[in-house]
């Protein structure tokens, strides 16, 4: 009976008064209500996926539209405080905006309408994609942005556009949380199975208590209030790490700054990548590099 409903093709017999027909018709019955709540479950995460879709069309054309006029008035000669105040709306609506785009995605994560098509491809590409991403940001807040890929290829197996923003989502979360004049360093180690991609932060590190829940969707630590954020960068990271194959961990301790670890498998198809992937020779970890914890 046991094996039946793992594979899906459980069904009552003749029924008669015996202990095991007994137990065969509470199993069917545990099996249709289980049945039941998955199917609600389905239902309701469809019309959550729908709801924040329409929410996603509807707002589009209403936050282009803020955007634009608040840069139209930033070219009427404003005067300091003026201008300021139309900065403001501008960097609020495209907050604003992205926060609603990461809902979209981690509801379409969530719902399997987005999946992963992991390929062979240079890990080194992905690092110097993202970081070019965040270079704006770290400039912006006065952070060293160190990008250290080496001059050998780093083959790996992921999905360069959602392993990209997964990557530019924790480098922007290490940019987030370190100070002016620190540093925020990117660089790749190869294995015989595996690519590990490090972002190490001089950052004021994440107490050993909150390293468990760092990844969970909408978490934030109580002395991340003065931080923009929703918390959903890094755990979409995780999502979209996970369903190329590989794993997120994450390393710290207050006061030494962190370290987040992509690792991405070498091996496609159950083959593994050319031998010619090495790591630069000299080359040190983030860790070393940063100071962060070993």
Known sequence: MLDDALAGTFSVRDYDETIVSKIESKMAKLLDASRSQQARVADEQRRVHSL??????????????VSLYAQLLM???????????????????????????????TSRLESGLIRMAPRLADARELIRAAAAGCESDA?????????????????????????????????DNAIKYTPAGGEVRVCAVAYEMFVRIDVADSGRGIAEADLPKVFGRFWRAVESADHPGAGL??????????????????????????????????????????????????????????????
Request: proline share 6%; charged share 20%; glycine share 10%.
């Open 139 to 171: 400039d912006s807040k006065g952070i060293r942005l160190v990008a250290a890929v080496g001059d050998s290829p780093l083959m790996a197996s992921f999905d360069p556009r959602w392993c990209g923003e997964a990557l530019v989502n924790i480098i």
């Open 75 to 105: 070219e009427q000669g404003l005067d300091e405080p003026q201008a300021r105040l139309a900065r403001q709306i501008v960097t609020n609506t495209e907050k604003l905006d992205f926060l609603i785009q990461q809902l979209v995605n």
């Open 233 to 294: 960068g890094l755990y979409l990271a995780r999502q979209i790490v996970t369903g190329c194959g590989g794993y997120i961990h994450a390393r710290s301790a207050p006061g030494r700054g962190s370290v987040f670890s992509v690792f991405l498998s070498k091996v496609k198809d159950g083959r593994k990548t050319p031998a010619r992937t090495q790591v630069q020779a000299g080359e040190a970890s983030p860790s070393q590099q940063s100071g962060g914890p070993q």
């Open 52 to 65: 924040i879709s329409d929410i996603s069309h509807q707002t589009r054309t209403p936050l282009a539209n």
